[in-house]
């Protein structure tokens, strides 16, 4: 059995149970998703969660009475409207089918008949073995739009068996703990606050682990050849209408007067990168032309759209474009998915693959985007990667490969994305000296490997559950006197670690070691190091290793030796000897 057909099935069997608990419910639809189904309903009274035990039951029985569904197909759309009288949603439903669509139902046994076209299990019997839970109620649109009345929708979980449900349940629990939008404000990472929605706040904390993330960035950029550049938040109408946004991303950027002028706030960085390429003449010999930059853009997103870090109005693209010369293209998208693969590598990710090809709202000649998604291909090919093809949804200016990374609950995110662009080169009119001595026009490559700082950042902070890995705390190391007359010494180990480059913090007040040692485990600080008399005196410390374990009589110099030896790594402890 095909698990959308089994899912679907327990869709049309919840739909039932509500009918009969319910009585004089109208019926929406019920579709299935990637972890179960859900089902809307116009209700005459309210469901909560208090109920959901009570309709998985009914649907138990159901299940057990082991009834087939049967198939009825109606003659005509008149004979459908007149079984489903008085079922409004369905009766619309009905009449925008396409006239030459039959109109089909499913029945259980000789009782509840749903408007479906399929396909379900022949009989209940082959739900015996599946489990499903009811997990959440929301309100929902009648077909997605504000204008309609807005329906109760019940969410459910639906596996074959028991266990796979149970671990989904589980995985689900795990989730709820990482949740960036918790985690970041317990840890003083980020906030975001009503005077700005959609817009973050980056505490102290949550700086510092910017900054390390943006260092490793440039490093990296630096290394494969990049320069980087800086553009303008805020540049003209014109730009925009030249470069395609004005048509193609209007309803998605924000706009403003200067000296009677109109202009935009960047939604993208790219045009930016056009006027710097465009600023000199060019030869064939400089190409590629790699650059880089941290650019700071604006998009207008829905206030429900908005998601912590992971779906903002502002945010700082880590953006390279790269102009070259056609019979470069394959060894620079070879490249950037090198670089992506260093990037990715570092954290633990593993990734997959999407091609992306030319929307219907396209910019350009079909044999530019033919040629272009040909070139993106056989890079992809010559690179040993494998790949799925995401018909229709390029940029309106090139085809892309996306690269969605896996976290260790194993869900996905789409991160890193190199776009292939013949348009806008002519949109701006962009050449370089060939060897010919004539003008010829530069093949550009947009590309990201993280997507923006915000948006890794949250998902870091998910993946790792906010317990970072030594190079990347905010605070690598967190210093405990057991008393106050430990200070003085508290405080020169403090000074030796600065020195020596970590990120540490010293706390010095009145409160007991016990609390000390715990407001740092709270914070999920990698080390603590605690000086007592016999620290004081032998020049060692106590080290507390994030997780549980503890060292005894280290010495302070074998300490950040070790430390310095792991810069850089995933290793979420230092070795058990020093």
């Known amino acids: 059995m095909d698990i959308g057909t089994g899912r679907h099935s327990l869709a049309h069997i919840m739909a039932q149970a509500v009918t009969e608990l319910f009585p004089g419910v109208k019926l929406g639809i019920g579709p299935c998703i990637s972890d179960g189904f859900y089902y809307d309903f116009d209700l005459p009274r309210p469901i909560t969660n208090e109920h959901f035990p009570q309709i998985e039951e009914r649907m138990a029985e159901i299940i057990k009475t082991q009834a087939p569904l049967t198939r ?175 048509d193609h991303y209007q309803k998605n950027m924000y706009f403003t007067e200067i000296d009677e002028g109109a202009y935009a706030v960047k939604p993208m960085n790219c045009p930016g990168a056009m006027l710097i390429y465009r600023h000199g003449l060019h030869s064939y010999r400089e190409l590629p032309i790699r650059m880089a930059e941290r650019g700071l853009v604006h998009r207008h997103e829905l206030s429900g759209a908005l998601h912590g870090l992971l779906r903002v109005r502002c945010f700082t693209q880590d953006d390279a474009h790269i102009f070259m010369t056609p019979e470069q293209i394959e060894g620079e998208i070879i490249s950037v998915i090198r670089l992506i693969d260093d990037f990715y590598g570092t954290f633990g990710f593993a990734y997959n693959i999407e091609l992306s090809t030319r929307p219907e709202d396209f910019m350009g000649e079909i044999a530019d985007w033919d040629h272009a998604e040909a070139s993106l291909k056989q890079a992809l090919e010559k690179a040993g990667k494998e790949y799925a093809v995401n018909e229709g949804d390029g940029a309106f200016y090139g085809p892309k490969i996306d690269f969605h990374l896996r976290d260790c609950l194993g869900r996905t995110w789409q991160c890193g994305t190199i776009q292939l662009d013949f348009q806008m080169p002519e949109r701006f009119d962009l050449h370089y000296v060939g060897p010919d001595g004539a003008r010829h026009r530069p093949v550009m ?134």
């Not at 008149?78 to 030459?100: H, M, N, T, V």
Request: glycine share 10%.
């Open 72 to 246: 009825e197909e109606y003659p005509s759309k008149d004979a459908a409207l007149a079984a489903f009288a008085g079922q409004s949603y369905k009766e619309e439903l009905i009449r925008d089918l396409p006239a030459d669509e039959p109109v089909t139902s499913y029945r259980t046994g000789n009782g509840f008949c749903d408007l479906c076209r399929g396909p379900h299990v022949e009989n209940t019997r082959e739900l015996l073995s599946w489990a499903y839970k009811i997990h959440a109620v929301a309100g929902a649109y009648w077909r997605g739009s504000e204008k309609n009345p807005m329906l109760t929708r019940l969410y459910a979980y639906a596996f074959p068996k028991k266990d796979e449900l149970k671990a989904h349940i589980a995985g689900i629990e795990e989730a709820q703990k990482r949740d960036h939008r918790k985690l970041g404000p317990q840890l003083n990472l980020f906030e975001l606050f009503e005077e700005g929605p959609g817009f973050p706040f980056f505490l102290p904390k949550g700086m510092l682990l910017r900054n390390v993330l943006e260092k490793f960035w440039e490093r990296k950029h630096l290394e494969a050849g990049y320069d980087e550049v800086k553009t303008p938040v805020i540049l003209s109408e014109d730009l925009w209408r030249r470069s395609g946004h004005w």
């Open 445 to 578: 490559i947009h590309h990201v490997v993280l997507g923006s700082f915000e948006r890794f950042i949250g998902i870091l902070i998910e993946h790792f559950a906010g317990a970072f890995p030594l190079w990347l705390a905010p605070v690598q190391v967190g210093v405990v006197p057991v008393r106050e007359h430990h200070n003085g010494r508290a405080g020169e180990v403090l000074s030796a670690l600065r020195k020596a480059g970590l990120r540490c913090e010293a706390l010095l007040g009145d409160e007991g070691m016990g609390g000390k040692v715990n407001k740092f485990r709270q914070d999920k600080v990698p080390y603590t190091l605690v000086i007592g008399d016999r620290e004081a005196e032998a020049g060692t410390v106590s080290v507390r290793i994030r997780g549980g374990k503890q060292a005894q009589d280290v010495p302070l110099e074998a300490f950040v030796r070790a430390c310095a030896a792991m810069d850089g790594g995933l290793a979420p402890e230092l070795a058990e000897t020093f």
